[in-house]
């Protein structure tokens, strides 16, 4: 379920192509585009390019090195037009840091004009793009450093009360306005590498790798946290319409669009929940502005805490004036209760309203940050602009087949903090879909467009592949054989509706797992094939998406090497 962010702003085209036909001839117009008319011109997610240096220490005392310094420089193709580069490139840089404390951090980001279509919202905005950086930027680093990548990640992760480089802390003093909310990441890192069997598989693979020259297998763990807002601070707003009837059901409006996400199904409980019924009394009606006016688009992982936040402000404040009759017959149904109150004139509708607190949101990015006594840039005096994080880690081993440049997933386990889930199911199906996504978006999911990299394909910025016979999504085969998926228990969020937290996005970036465990799975082969005097246990360059071209090029075996690849050929998408 969800519409992923293509059509938030990419439908104004076709929407102004109808209008005005629809001007002219004074009739109802529809215009339903070809699938390879709407990839070519409706955009994509945005590509990223990133240079960085980065640096960290090495313990004295022969434990894990520390980070010290990430200086990096983002780079996005934003197409001929701006659409919402912009903002996708502020969430980028927000989340460039991913969950490792960098004592000394600068992030810049530059959107780069192209000859594309201009490329826009999808799935993530801009996170995972920036947590793809950081997590290849670690590797880089546990490999000059000659340590185990996921040693180095472990041991710099944020620590329960630590400040982000944007000035919001992890912690749970919900009272102040920059907390992140409670930090579950180490949490999470080591309950999955308990139930996932992380070291005894890490084992299993490496003997797996000495047995087989032609297969071989990766394991990757990756951690996340999601910023939970709008970025721009007016967006964190909407409204609900509640209707109570006399025999005691219940109507709701709400700003939000259904999209089979289930936020109507979510709406839906919360309501049964205030008003203490069964969840068929109550009846979502369609999202329409005639009944809920100013409504923001469904975007950004916000809906449920600010549609149902706005149907529980609704649903209280007829509860309110409900409260005398309740005192008179404190064992009347709720039917009983509107009856009376419809013949004590007593208002039983109401319009719900929600709002993020205002500290709690609104990043301003043209404002000059303060300086600390050290003489350190001090960013919360641009504000904060999260309300908290969706936080998890991921897990995931893969086999490739070095001659065919072919994997699969043998298995991936997740686990994610949602909160008190208002519906686990839901939620459960949300991660799963997340992730899959994800995968798709590092793996197979490869756009081809003419330029100096596909000189053939003509005109330069033409998209080769544009339907489903060359834009290979995942399939069945791609399915990892086991998934695991669990929401952590315990936890709690005082900041959003039942303590809930926002699941749309931010399981996205757990997908990558699946590249970095394919990666991992190729560097197996590199020391094999190349060896240590060949280059083959150096830091490589592994672009995403790691497509089978990539996979088998990058195995650096002899038949790669006669096909004209150098140790270093890495095929390049267009940028």
């Known amino acids: ?105 600068r992030a810049r980001g530059v959107v780069c004009k192209t000859h594309t279509p201009p490329n826009t919202a999808f799935r993530g905005f801009g996170g995972p793009q920036g947590m793809l950086v950081t997590e290849a930027i670690m590797g880089h680093l546990a490999t000059a450093l000659g340590v185990d990548g996921d040693v180095l990640r472990e041991a710099n992760l944020y620590a329960d009360g630590a400040t982000v480089p944007f000035g919001q802390k992890l912690d749970g003093k919900v009272g102040n306005g920059g907390s992140g909310g409670e930090w579950r990441v180490p949490r999470a890192w080591a309950e999955l590498s308990a139930e996932a069997e992380v070291a005894k598989r890490r084992a299993e693979v490496d003997a797996f790798n000495q047995e087989h020259k032609w297969r071989k297998r990766g394991l990757a763990r990756l951690p996340t946290k999601y910023g939970i807002n709008f970025t721009a601070k007016f967006m964190n707003q909407g409204g609900a319409l509640v209707h109570l009837y006399t025999d005691g059901t219940i109507l709701v409006t709400h700003g939000g669009t259904e999209m089979g996400q289930g936020l109507h199904t979510k709406v839906a409980q919360v309501a049964a929940r205030a008003f203490g019924v069964s969840l068929s009394a109550v009846h979502i009606a369609e999202t329409a502005t005639d009944k809920v006016a100013n409504s923001q688009p469904t975007a950004a992982s916000a809906s449920t805490d600010l549609y149902c936040m706005a149907t529980l402000d609704a649903c209280r404040q007829i509860l309110h004036r409900l409260a005398p009759l309740r005192k008179e017959s404190p064992d009347a149904s709720l039917a009983e209760l509107a009856f009376k109150a419809f013949f004590a004139r007593i208002d039983l509708s109401a319009h719900g ?16 940050p303060g300086a600390h006594a050290d003489g350190t840039p001090d960013n919360t005096t641009r504000g904060f602009p999260f309300n908290y994080f969706t936080q998890g880690v991921g897990c995931c081993e893969v086999e490739i087949d070095v001659l065919t440049g072919d994997h699969s997933v043998r298995r991936a386990d997740l686990l994610v903090d949602l909160g008190s889930s208002i519906n686990p199911a839901l939620d459960i199906g949300q991660v799963e879909g997340a992730f899959t996504q994800g995968m798709g978006w590092t793996t197979t999911e490869d756009l081809v467009w003419g330029g100096n990299e596909h000189a053939w394909v003509k005109p330069a910025g033409r998209l080769l592949n544009s339907g489903p016979g060359g834009y290979k999504l995942p399939s069945f085969n791609d399915t990892p054989a086991a998934l695991n998926v669990r929401l952590m228990s315990g936890a709690d969020n005082p900041v959003a509706v039942h303590s809930s ?40 360059d592994f672009y995403s998406p790691a497509t089978s071209e990539r996979i088998r090029m990058a195995c650096g075996d002899r038949f790669a090497a006669a096909a004209g690849g150098a140790a270093d050929f890495e095929p390049k998408s267009f940028y």
């Open 353 to 368: 309203f929600f709002a993020i607190d205002t500290h709690r949101c609104g990043f301003d990015w043209d404002a000059k």
């Open 1 to 105: 379920g969800g519409g992923f962010g293509g059509k938030e702003t990419r439908s104004v085209f076709a929407a102004c192509a109808c209008a005005v036909a629809s001007q002219k001839l004074n009739a109802p117009v529809r215009l339903s585009l070809r699938r390879d008319v709407d990839m070519s011109t409706s955009g994509a997610r945005h590509p990223f390019v990133a240079k960085y240096t980065a640096a960290a220490r090495p313990s004295a005392d022969g434990g894990a090195p520390k980070l010290a310094v990430l200086d990096v420089q983002l780079y996005s193709n934003g197409g001929a037009f701006l659409d919402l580069s912009g903002p996708v490139m502020d969430r980028a840089l927000l989340h460039v840091d991913n969950v490792y404390h960098w004592p000394s951090f």
């Open 501 to 540: 937290k926002a699941v749309g996005e931010p399981p996205f970036f757990l997908g990558a797992a699946v590249f970095f465990a394919i990666r991992d799975a190729v560097a197996a082969a590199r020391a094999d094939h190349l060896g240590a005097e060949g280059g083959g246990t150096a830091h490589f």
